[in-house]
Structure formats: C-alpha cells, structure tokens
C-alpha cells in the first residue's frame, strides 16, 4: 500500500477517534494538484506567496513530511495513489501505461463501504494526455540524439489586477465541487468523499509550438502576482551541464532549461510559478468555504497533496 493510502488511512484513524464517538464517519475531501511545491506548504517561514488555504489547513491540521509519491513520474504515481499498490503491482512504468480501468480504487473501497463518492477534474490515471512517444522515450533517456527539447520556459501575463480565473477548466471544476458539496448536504446524510483534481500550478502548453510541446508556459494575472513577494524569490544553484547527475541533466535538457538564462528572468518564471501556486490555493479555499457554508468543514477530513 502506497503512502498516499496510509496516510489518508492514518488521518482517518486519528480523526476516527475524535469525529466517530458516535459511529459517524467523517466525510473525505481531496484536493490535488500538479506540480505544488511541497516547501510551500509545510515551511511555515516562506512567505514568498500568500496561501491562506494552505496555511489555514497547516495551521488547523497535520503536515505529512514523511509522505511520499511512489513515483517521480505523473500516471505512474496517480496509480499507485489511486489503488494503494507499488508500480510493480499496477505494472504502471511510464505514462503510456497507467492503472487498469477495471482496476479497485480506494474511492471503490469507500463506495462500498456505504460513502457516496465523487471525482471530478484531472485523474489521469487511467490515462494521461499521454502518447505512444511516452513510452518509447521513458526508455531511451540516456540516447542523447533521441531527446527532444521542449519548449524554453516564457512567462505571460494576461488580464489586470482584478483577473481571478486564468485556469479556466480548473475553476469549472472547483464551481462543480462546490456545488456538489451543497448538494450533499441538503440530500442526505450518507458520509461522501469528494476528489478534485486541479491542473495547476502545471505550467500550461505552449500553443505556438504544437502539440507536443509540453507544458512550458506560465501564465497568470497581475491580480495573483500581487500576491508574491518578489524580493523573496531566490536563484537556485545550478551546474554546468556536464557536472549534473544524469537525471537532473535530462530534464534541464528537455525541458529547455540548458541554455542561458538571466537572474532577472529565472526570478520572474519562479514569481510567476508562485503566484499560479496561490491561484491553485484559492481553488482549495473555494471548496473549505462550501464546506464551511454547508456546516459539513467539522465533520469533514480534508487533504491538501499534489
Ligand atoms: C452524532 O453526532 C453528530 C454531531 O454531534 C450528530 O449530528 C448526530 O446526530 C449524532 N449521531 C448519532 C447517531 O447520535
Ligand atoms: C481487469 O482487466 C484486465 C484486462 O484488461 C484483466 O487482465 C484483469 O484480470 C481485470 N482485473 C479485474 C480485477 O477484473
Ligand atoms: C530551447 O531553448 C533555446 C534557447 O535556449 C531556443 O533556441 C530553442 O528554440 C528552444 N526550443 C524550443 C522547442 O522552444
Ligand atoms: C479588468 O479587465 C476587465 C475585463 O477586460 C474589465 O472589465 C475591467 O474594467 C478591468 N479592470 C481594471 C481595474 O482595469
Ligand atoms: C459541527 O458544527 C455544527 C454547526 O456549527 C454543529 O451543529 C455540530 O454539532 C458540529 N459537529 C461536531 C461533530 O462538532
């Protein structure tokens, strides 16, 4: 069992105790994102963004340091979270494979154990957005000629200080859940366990360079930017290439990090990151606040993970 699955499983003993005393069961409520930086959620000095979400759930709740994806790669480690099984057991390698559709889920495991269940947004692991090349390039990494470049990171800024959706797609999504969690609690008394996965902080397609261009481009609004301190934002260290391990090599190479990049330019990707970080963080907020608004946020487990 993965450590997604203990931990959700060791939340629900400790709130067990305090929630069940008299044999009612929490309700579940997971938010996932993709590609939050875990610093930012359990350094409670980084105030490089504002995050109240992540910080109320922080401040009212447990942080889980020690929890750790099965795999560093996307399908791979949402089918191990899915199913509570290691990558050996869901044959899950790369992202051309991921968990059989027929496959138990812990979300299976709460419906027949009288949950009423709910996913909605990005599951991706059944399949990904994921092509034929995923599986061929997950094996030929170190073939220097076969690696493609993906696009150079850019920022763009759309919209003004009062521009709050930019991830579209995400917002539907959060709206859905919201309004689900309202209906949950005029329908029934049945406990209910709600997924929401959310695209950002994801970097978004880089549209000029076509399909196949990765997620290179980020993109926010001068209404979230507010919300990143920029004199905070520090420079990574970084090795010329021929010093990196290979793993750090291949993905700086194909993610176009390899060229030259200015201090002004790395700090401004990285404000840009954060303040996408804070829109993700704002989704969150919408859904503690549907579960505040139903009277349900005291009776409910909520995790945060990415
Ligand atoms: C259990 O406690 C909750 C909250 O206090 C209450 O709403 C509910 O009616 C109780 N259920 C039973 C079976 O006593
Ligand atoms: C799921 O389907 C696969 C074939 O697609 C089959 O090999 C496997 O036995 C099935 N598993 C279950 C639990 O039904
Ligand atoms: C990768 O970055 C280099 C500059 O560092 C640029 O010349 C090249 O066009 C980029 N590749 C893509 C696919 O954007
Ligand atoms: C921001 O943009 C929206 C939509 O284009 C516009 O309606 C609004 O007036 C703008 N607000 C400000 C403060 O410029
Ligand atoms: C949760 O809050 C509601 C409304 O404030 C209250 O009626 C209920 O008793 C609380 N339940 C628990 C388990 O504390």
């Known amino acids: 069992?993965?450590?997604?699955?203990?931990?959700?499983?060791?939340?629900?003993?400790?709130?067990?105790?305090?929630?069940?005393?008299?044999?009612?069961?929490?309700?579940?409520?997971?938010?996932?994102?993709?590609?939050?930086?875990?610093?930012?959620?359990?350094?409670?000095?980084?105030?490089?963004?504002?995050?109240?979400?992540?910080?109320?759930?922080?401040e009212l709740g447990t942080t889980f340091l020690n929890a750790y994806t099965n795999s560093p790669i996307c399908c791979p480690s949402r089918a191990a979270m899915w199913s509570g099984q290691f990558v050996h057991l869901t044959q899950s390698w790369n992202n051309y494979k991921c968990l059989d559709a027929n496959a138990t889920t812990w979300m299976d495991l709460l419906e027949e154990n009288g949950y009423v269940t709910k996913s909605m947004g990005k599951?991706?692991?059944?399949?990904?957005?994921?092509?034929?090349?995923?599986?061929?390039?997950?094996?030929?990494?170190?073939?220097?000629?076969?690696?493609?470049?993906?696009?150079r990171p850019v920022t763009q800024l759309v919209g003004n200080t009062s521009t709050v959706r930019i991830m579209r797609k995400d917002w539907e999504n959060t709206d859905k859940a919201a309004q689900w969690i309202h209906q949950r609690a005029a329908s029934s008394h049945k406990p209910f366990a709600l997924y929401l996965g959310l695209n950002l902080p994801h970097p978004y397609k880089t549209e000029s360079l076509g399909p196949p261009a990765g997620g290179s481009t980020f993109l926010t609004s001068p209404y979230w930017l507010k919300k990143v301190s920029s004199e905070l934002i520090t420079v990574p260290k970084w090795l010329p290439v021929d010093a990196m391990h290979p793993v750090d090599y291949y993905s700086t190479f194909t993610k176009n990090c390899s060229g030259v990049f200015t201090v002004e330019e790395i700090k401004n990707i990285r404000a840009f990151y954060y303040a996408m970080c804070a829109e993700a963080d704002a989704m969150l907020g919408q859904v503690i606040s549907a579960l505040r608004e139903t009277d349900l946020l005291n009776n409910t487990v909520v995790i945060f993970t990415g």
């Open 1 to 58: 069992m993965n450590k997604e699955v203990l931990s959700l499983i060791f939340l629900f003993q400790i709130y067990g105790q305090s929630f069940c005393q008299n044999g009612t069961r929490p309700n579940i409520v997971m938010v996932m994102s993709d590609a939050f930086d875990g610093r930012l959620t359990f350094d409670p000095g980084s105030k490089v963004v504002q995050l109240p979400y992540v910080k109320y759930l922080r």
């Open 123 to 151: 599951l991706d692991y059944t399949s990904g957005s994921h092509s034929v090349s995923n599986r061929v390039e997950a094996w030929t990494r170190d073939v220097q000629f076969l690696l493609r470049q993906e696009g």
